[in-house]
């Protein structure tokens, strides 16, 4: 299975900052890369898809990019909204294998 | 707008066989495949395994020999059944539909852009 590790575990930060969270996969995977949201009690929701593709109704603030290991996501002005648990998840190859997840907090 | 709702028993003995279903409204299931995905409280996401309307599934390798997922057109439902459960099998079960276009739904080169709300199902003795 490919190994998905993201950093940091968690992050502290402020409304209208610029945060930036890393996704590294254990082998390449081209750019088949998703981000996903979860805030607490609700299902993960899709931002992010092949890397660097918006999801349809996603927020322009978010972006991601990378290919190959090495995958990053950034919201560029934090909103109120955006405090949540992000996870990474490569398409590459079965099993479908996500990230442990970082958590978002409000400094 | 398409919704997908899980049901089935919230608590289970160990042994037993875990049974879940999907039912899917707003659309049809058929055109598309669904996959299963779970959550251990307060961990990460596991990939469980995914059916296409036509009845065609794969499963994760660590579940295939407990794992089976079907489906039922009639009801536009799909199901998960996961025989002899443990403990470690206590988990959120969501339903998700998968995202794809072109040649990457062939090539399986998928994602989950369609959740339901998820369902905590709970082994203890």
């Known amino acids: 299975d490919i190994q998905m590790t993201q950093s940091p575990s968690s992050v502290s930060a402020s409304v209208g900052d610029r945060v930036t969270i890393t996704c590294r996969a254990s082998?390449?995977?081209?750019?088949?890369l998703a981000w996903y949201q979860q805030k607490p009690g609700k299902a993960p929701k899709l931002l992010m898809y092949a890397a660097s593709s918006l999801q349809s109704g996603v927020p322009s603030r978010f972006s991601g990019s990378g290919s190959g290991t090495d995958f990053t996501l950034t919201i560029s002005s934090l909103q109120p909204e955006d405090f949540a648990t992000y996870y990474c998840?490569?398409?590459?190859?079965?099993?479908?294998?996500f990230g442990q997840g970082t958590k978002l907090e409000i400094k | 707008q398409v919704q997908l709702q899980e049901s089935g028993p919230g608590l289970m003995k160990p042994s037993e066989t875990l049974s879940l279903t999907c039912t899917v409204s707003?659309?049809?299931?058929?055109?598309?495949?669904w996959s299963w995905i779970r959550q251990p409280p307060g961990k990460g996401l596991e990939w469980i395994g995914y059916?296409?309307?036509?009845?065609?599934?794969d499963y994760n390798p660590s579940l295939r020999s407990r794992v089976t997922i079907s489906v039922d057109m009639s009801k536009n439902q799909f199901s998960l059944r996961l025989s002899s459960v443990t403990a470690a099998d206590t988990a959120v079960y969501y339903c998700a539909r998968v995202f794809c276009s072109g040649g990457t739904c062939y090539s399986k080169l998928w994602y989950f852009d369609l959740w339901g709300r998820g369902t905590l199902v709970t082994v203890s003795s």
């Open positions: 082998q390449g995977i081209s750019s088949w």
């Open positions: 059916i296409y309307y036509s009845g065609s599934t």
């Open positions: 707003g659309d049809s299931i058929s055109g598309y495949y």
């Open positions: 998840q490569q398409a590459n190859s079965f099993p479908y294998t």
